[in-house]
C-alpha cells in the first residue's frame, strides 16, 4: 500500500464513510490534534521511568480508536466496528491510576509550572495538547454530534497528565516548580 494517494492535494480529505471535508474541516481539526496528542505521548515515552510508562500504550491505542470515532461524520456511524468504539483504558482504571500517581507526589501547596525533570515537562506539555484536543472536540459538538466518551475521557486524560507529570518529578527527586504570584 503506497502512502501517498495524492487525493488531498486540492486541500480535501476524505472520513470514514467517504465523505469529502476541506482539510481545515472542525472533524480533521480535532482528530489532527488527537494525532499530535499521540505522537508527543511517544515522546513522554521515551522519558518516563518504567514503573510510570505502563498504561500509556493503552492511552495511545485509545487516541487513535478516539480518532476513529472523529473522523467519522454522524450519518456514518453504523459503520464504526464496536472494537474501534470501546477503550483498552476505562475511564474507572484512568482514575485509579490517578489516585495512584497522586499518593507519588507530595501534597499540592500551590498551583505548579510544567517544569522540572525532562519527564515532567513532556507530561505537562502533553497534557496541554489533551486541553486543545478537548477544547477542539467541543467546537466541533456544537456543530455536529460527538460521541459523549470523546469529551469524558480526554477531559479525565488531561488530569492524568497532569498527576503522571507530579509523579516524575517526585520519584526523579525533583520538586515541583510552584507559581508564586508577584505583588
Known amino acids: 500500500m503506497k502512502i501517498y494517494t495524492r487525493t488531498g492535494d486540492e486541500g480535501v480529505s476524505g472520513l470514514f464513510g467517504g465523505e469529502r471535508v476541506p482539510k481545515d474541516h472542525l472533524r480533521l481539526a480535532a482528530y489532527g490534534t488527537l494525532d499530535e496528542l499521540n505522537s508527543l505521548l511517544g ?4 522519558h518516563l521511568p518504567a514503573d510510570l510508562a505502563g498504561p500509556l500504550e493503552a492511552v495511545q491505542h485509545d487516541l487513535f480508536s478516539l480518532g476513529a470515532i472523529l473522523a467519522t461524520p ?41 517544569g522540572g525533570c525532562p519527564a515532567s515537562a513532556y ?24 460521541h459523549p466518551d470523546v469529551l469524558v475521557y480526554l477531559n479525565r486524560l488531561s488530569d492524568w497528565l497532569f498527576s503522571l507529570a507530579r509523579a516524575a518529578n517526585a520519584l526523579a527527586g525533583v520538586p515541583d516548580v510552584k507559581w508564586v504570584p508577584k505583588g
Open 43 to 46: 515522546v513522554l515515552g521515551l
Open 74 to 114: 454522524p450519518s456514518c456511524a453504523s459503520l464504526l466496528d464496536q472494537r474501534m468504539t470501546r477503550q483498552t483504558w476505562s475511564i474507572a482504571a484512568m482514575e485509579a491510576d490517578i489516585d495512584r500517581l497522586t499518593a507519588l507526589a507530595p501534597p499540592m501547596t500551590a498551583f505548579v509550572l510544567p
Open 123 to 146: 507530561a505537562h506539555w502533553a497534557r496541554t495538547v489533551c486541553r486543545r484536543a478537548e477544547r477542539d472536540v467541543v467546537t466541533l459538538g456544537a456543530q455536529e454530534e460527538v
